[in-house]
């Protein structure tokens, strides 16, 4: 009888060891199941696309460079700012537009007439066209500070106009360029007969 009893002891003791095992193998793996888990990829750097949708701002930190491969494509009402500093300023290509700056078209040059000061100081460049329909003249571009001449910036020969309606159609033209030396170009001609002509500044 009694090795009878010490069998059915040591079966309820294997049968109790063997329920907590398996306990305690069900609560590691609920455990396993429930706790999330980082990992990154081959390399530490690989990863997959990330879509952000309905998201108004996304903040970038301490990221130098941001590479875009594909076109953006901003809704309207939409804003982009960009910050400039001394230390890292933005270089802005300057539009190159052309305004013209004054223009005196159908004048009558007569001797030491004063065509008028022109105000270049907005422009880095001015070209000079003059077109004559008389005999040969001059034109003298003089300039000018605080209302007085400084001296001459160029003096234009402007040849004759042609007699022949096939050569121009009976003018004659002549263009120069100049860097602005100065704000203020006063224009005025030496002809010595009254002379048609146009006269057109334009300043970039």
Same mark, same amino acid.
Request: aromatic content about 4%.
């Given at each position: 009888?009694?090795?009878?009893? &010490?069998?059915?002891?040591?079966?309820? &003791?294997?049968?109790?060891?063997?329920?907590?095992? #398996?306990?305690?193998?069900?609560? @590691?793996?609920?455990?396993?199941? !429930? /706790?999330? @888990?980082?990992?990154?990829?081959?390399?530490?750097?690989?990863?997959?696309?990330?879509?952000?949708?309905?998201?108004? =701002?996304?903040? @970038? %930190?301490?990221?130098?460079? *941001?590479?875009?491969?594909?076109?953006i494509t901003?809704?309207?009402?939409?804003? $982009?700012? %960009?910050?400039?500093?001394?230390?890292?300023?933005?270089?802005? +290509?300057?539009?190159? /537009? /052309?305004?013209?700056?004054?223009?005196?078209?159908?004048?009558?040059?007569?001797?030491?007439?004063?065509?008028?000061d !022109?105000?270049?100081?907005?422009?880095?460049?001015?070209?000079?066209?003059?077109? =004559?329909?008389?005999?040969?003249?001059?034109? /003298?571009?003089? #300039? %000018?500070?605080?209302?007085?001449? !400084?001296?001459?910036?160029? $003096? !234009?020969?402007?040849?004759?106009?042609c007699?022949? %309606?096939?050569?121009?159609?009976? +003018?004659?033209? *002549?263009? +120069? *360029?100049?860097?602005?030396?100065?704000?203020?170009?006063?224009?005025?001609?030496?002809?010595d007969? +009254?002379?048609?002509?146009? $006269? @057109?500044i334009?300043?970039?």
């Open positions: 009888m009694q090795p009878i009893r &010490k069998e059915k002891t040591a079966l309820v &003791k294997i049968r109790n060891l063997f329920c907590v095992l #398996l306990g305690t193998a069900m609560l @590691v793996a609920l455990i396993a199941a !429930i /706790t999330p @888990v980082s990992r990154q990829g081959q390399g530490g750097n690989s990863g997959k696309d990330v879509n952000v949708v309905n998201t108004p =701002n996304v903040n @970038v %930190v301490n990221t130098p460079n *941001v590479n875009v491969t594909n076109p901003l809704s309207a009402g939409t804003s $982009v700012d %960009v910050s400039s500093s001394a230390s890292n300023p933005i270089f802005v +290509r300057e539009m190159q /537009t /052309t305004a013209v700056a004054f223009q005196s078209l159908d004048t009558s040059f007569s001797a030491l007439q004063n065509l008028g !022109i105000d270049v100081s907005p422009y880095r460049q001015i070209r000079v066209v003059v077109q =004559n329909q008389g005999a040969p003249f001059s034109l /003298t571009l003089t #300039l %000018v500070e605080a209302g007085r001449s !400084i001296g001459n910036l160029d $003096v !234009i020969d402007v040849p004759g106009a007699p022949d %309606v096939s050569c121009g159609n009976g +003018r004659a033209s *002549v263009t +120069r *360029v100049y860097e602005v030396p100065g704000r203020t170009i006063r224009l005025s001609s030496n002809a007969r +009254r002379i048609k002509g146009d $006269v @057109v334009f300043g970039r």
